[in-house]
Antibody
Framework: QVQLVQSGAEVKKPGASVKVSCKAS????????IHWVRQAPGQGLEWMGW????????QYAQKFQGRVTMTRDTSIDTAYMELRRLRSDDTAVYYC???????????????WGQGTLVTVSS | EIVLTQSPGTLSLSPGERATLSCRAS???????LAWYQQKPGQAPRLLIY???SRATGIPDRFSGSGSGTDFTLTISRLEPEDFAVYYC??????????FGGGTKVEIK
């Protein structure tokens, strides 16, 4: 079945960077866009951006421009999200999610990875 | 940016009852590009509805979506014990950015 499996929890100090991975299985990785969404503790969902695994093209939410980079490695069907210059308010669960469209962006998400907790604390 | 306002914040109901959740947009959502997700504690969100009314694969038919323009509704016809969760709406007609509502918690009365 279609599955996204993310890397484990991270603890980082303010100013550091974190890189979260998202390994896809059960489908052709390059056929579907991957999005990243985060959720601060007890809060709602916030979209960060997407990557096209086929071309490597990306689009980021304006809020994260300059701090986030999304990449992929098609040899191992894995997408990555790196967030730099971490602050305490970046503490959140970070999710990857597959776009609903085959070879196109439909901007609804199914399925989601299990989430990766990133804690930023001095 | 389109702001999505969900109401009520919390809905207290008993199993077997009908749940009606509202999602109101600050501007018209283009082509009814609206989705609903369910999230249980400690789990990732799960897609329920896309395109305002299309059920995702494997979603029971007690879940239904309706609405257009700025007003959308998720209805759960008869609540099952596993339906008690937080529900989020999401618009994607003016991406980027796409936005989520603040969520409605459906709790056991």
């Amino acid at each position: 079945q279609v599955q996204l499996v993310q890397s484990g929890a991270e603890v980082k100090k303010p100013g550091a960077s974190v890189k979260v991975s998202c390994k896809a299985s059960g489908y052709t990785f390059t056929d579907y866009y991957i999005h990243w969404v985060r959720q601060a503790p007890g809060q709602g969902l916030e979209w960060m951006g997407w990557i096209n695994p086929n071309s490597g093209g990306t689009q980021y939410a304006q809020k994260f421009q300059g701090r986030v980079t999304m990449t992929r490695d098609t040899s191992i069907d894995t997408a990555y999200m790196e967030l730099r210059r971490l602050r305490s308010d970046d503490t959140a669960v970070y999710y990857c999610a597959r776009d609903g469209g085959w070879y196109q962006l439909l901007f609804w998400f199914d399925p989601w990875g299990q989430g990766t907790l990133v804690t930023v604390s001095s | 940016e389109i702001v999505l306002t969900q109401s009520p914040g919390t809905l207290s109901l008993s199993p077997g009852e009908r749940a009606t959740l509202s999602c109101r947009a600050s501007q018209s959502v283009w082509s009814n590009y609206l989705a609903w997700y369910q999230q249980k504690p400690g789990q990732a969100p799960r897609l329920l509805i896309y395109g305002a009314y299309s059920r995702a694969t494997g979603i029971p038919d007690r879940f239904s979506g309706s609405g257009s323009g700025t007003d959308f509704t998720l209805t759960i016809s008869r609540l099952e014990p596993e339906d008690f969760a937080v529900y989020y709406c999401q618009q994607y007609g003016t991406s980027p950015p796409l936005t989520f509502g603040g969520g409605t918690k459906v709790e056991i009365k």
